[in-house]
């Protein structure tokens, strides 16, 4: 079963689950902000960035980019489900590669999890390294 935690401060609310790794940084797994009262119903989640480690052995997935990428987006939808949101709730997300030759597959993987219409914001970034040595890093902002 999905165990997972809040801290709440005013109106951030602070996302763990045991479904996605634990952080390696000092960072959250993702923050919610919940309307105060008075103000329109409906919240924001922000998902730190999410790498290929598998939760149960926080080791990072070996194989393909096809195979890093959807431990990428499990562990993400895992986190937004904790949240209170969905893959299908994100409006932006952001991608970050080691190559940006391996976009087209990366694109693949990821045009599957997101099919909703209109499909969220994002952008594709290229950068030098990841952390633990991963290829593929995805964060996202969502309704919630």
Same mark, same amino acid.
Not at 60 to 74: F, P
Not at 95 to 108: H, I, K, Q
Not at 131 to 143: F, K, M, N
């Given at each position: 079963?999905?165990?997972?935690?809040?801290?709440?401060?005013?109106?951030?609310? =602070?996302?763990?689950?045991?479904?996605?790794?634990?952080?390696?940084?000092?960072?959250?797994?993702?923050?919610?902000?919940?309307?105060?009262?008075? =103000?329109?119903?409906?919240?924001?989640?922000?998902?730190?960035?999410?790498?290929?480690?598998?939760?149960?052995?926080?080791?990072?997935?070996?194989?393909?980019? =096809?195979? =890093?990428?959807?431990?990428?987006?499990?562990?993400?939808?895992?986190?937004?489900? +904790?949240?209170? #949101?969905?893959? +299908?709730?994100?409006?932006?997300?952001?991608?970050?590669?080691?190559?940006?030759?391996?976009?087209?597959?990366?694109?693949?993987?990821?045009?599957?999890?997101?099919?909703?219409?209109? +499909?969220?914001?994002?952008?594709?970034?290229?950068?030098?390294?990841?952390?633990?040595?991963?290829?593929?890093?995805?964060?996202?902002? #969502?309704?919630?």
């Amino acid at each position: 079963m999905n165990q997972s935690t809040t801290t709440e401060t005013a109106n951030l609310i =602070e996302v763990r689950t045991e479904d996605a790794p634990a952080p390696v940084g000092p960072y959250s797994q993702a923050i919610r902000i919940h309307p105060g009262q008075g =103000e329109a119903s409906g919240g924001l989640v922000f998902v730190s960035g999410q790498i290929p480690l598998d939760p149960k052995t926080a080791k990072l997935v070996v194989g393909e980019i =096809e195979d =890093e990428t959807r431990q990428v987006l499990a562990n993400l939808k895992a986190v937004l489900e +904790a949240s209170g #949101a969905s893959l +299908a709730s994100v409006v932006k997300a952001t991608v970050y590669l080691t190559d940006m030759s391996l976009f087209p597959r990366v694109n693949a993987i990821y045009a599957e999890a997101f099919d909703s219409d209109p +499909a969220p914001a994002r952008a594709t970034v290229e950068v030098s390294a990841l952390p633990l040595g991963a290829h593929v890093e995805i964060d996202a902002i #969502a309704r919630c």
